[in-house]
């Protein structure tokens, strides 16, 4: 059951690391350029502090997704799990990183989101003009990545409560945090 749970969980990482790379890729080099009132305006992430701080966000998560999926795919190959009884602080580091995560894309995401929905909508109290009715293509691009972030969010739920399984399965139903024997 071990073995199928790291492979499943394996999957799972691969998945974010694509989808996270490709809502970092989505944004980063999104860019379009518009002349408005004679004057040449460039449209990209740099412009907006959320989505800026979304690519390095999903980059460094997607980093760390590497890693974990490198200790999946090495616990998988090996048809055995590496989170053993004797290194339930390793399982317990990676628990609380997977949580931490998921709880910073999510952050990000709907941080971009909401400046995504002001470039539609633009605010009149703030005198903020709408963006995205002179530059389509750009909140299109904008948008198509944060539904990817949105579903690496899911998945990178899923892979918290499998980090969740792996240490609470090391611990006595019966006995309060003590080990199962052996």
């Given at each position: 059951?071990?073995?199928?749970?790291?492979?499943?969980e394996?999957?799972?990482?691969?998945?974010?690391?694509?989808?996270?790379?490709?809502?970092?890729?989505?944004?980063?080099?999104?860019?379009?350029?518009?002349?408005?009132?004679?004057?040449?305006?460039?449209?990209?992430?740099?412009?907006?502090?959320?989505?800026?701080?979304?690519?390095y966000?999903d980059?460094?998560?997607?980093?760390?997704?590497?890693?974990?999926?490198?200790?999946?795919?090495?616990?998988?190959?090996?048809?055995?799990?590496?989170?053993?009884?004797?290194?339930?602080?390793?399982a317990?580091?990676?628990?609380?990183?997977?949580?931490?995560?998921?709880?910073?894309?999510?952050a990000?995401?709907?941080?971009?989101?909401?400046a995504?929905?002001?470039?539609?909508?633009?605010?009149?109290?703030?005198?903020?003009?709408?963006?995205c009715?002179?530059?389509?293509?750009?909140?299109?691009?904008?948008?198509?990545?944060?539904?990817?972030?949105y579903?690496?969010?899911?998945?990178?739920?899923?892979?918290?409560?499998?980090?969740?399984?792996?240490?609470?399965?090391?611990?006595s139903?019966?006995?309060?945090?003590?080990?199962?024997?052996?």
């Amino acid at each position: 059951m071990g073995a199928s749970i790291t492979k499943v969980e394996a999957l799972f990482r691969a998945c974010v690391v694509v989808l996270l790379v490709l809502t970092a890729c989505l944004v980063g080099t999104n860019a379009q350029t518009k002349v408005i009132a004679y004057i040449t305006k460039k449209a990209t992430y740099r412009d907006l502090t959320a989505l800026e701080s979304l690519v390095y966000i999903d980059v460094a998560v997607a980093a760390y997704s590497l890693l974990q999926l490198s200790r999946c795919t090495i616990s998988a190959w090996f048809c055995k799990t590496i989170i053993s009884y004797e290194q339930k602080n390793l399982a317990w580091v990676c628990f609380l990183l997977d949580q931490a995560v998921a709880y910073v894309v999510f952050a990000a995401n709907t941080a971009a989101l909401q400046a995504a929905m002001l470039a539609i909508t633009g605010s009149k109290a703030l005198q903020w003009m709408k963006l995205c009715n002179r530059y389509k293509r750009f909140c299109f691009q904008i948008g198509g990545s944060l539904f990817c972030g949105y579903v690496a969010c899911f998945l990178l739920v899923v892979i918290s409560c499998t980090s969740a399984f792996n240490v609470f399965r090391l611990y006595s139903p019966t006995k309060f945090m003590q080990l199962k024997q052996k």
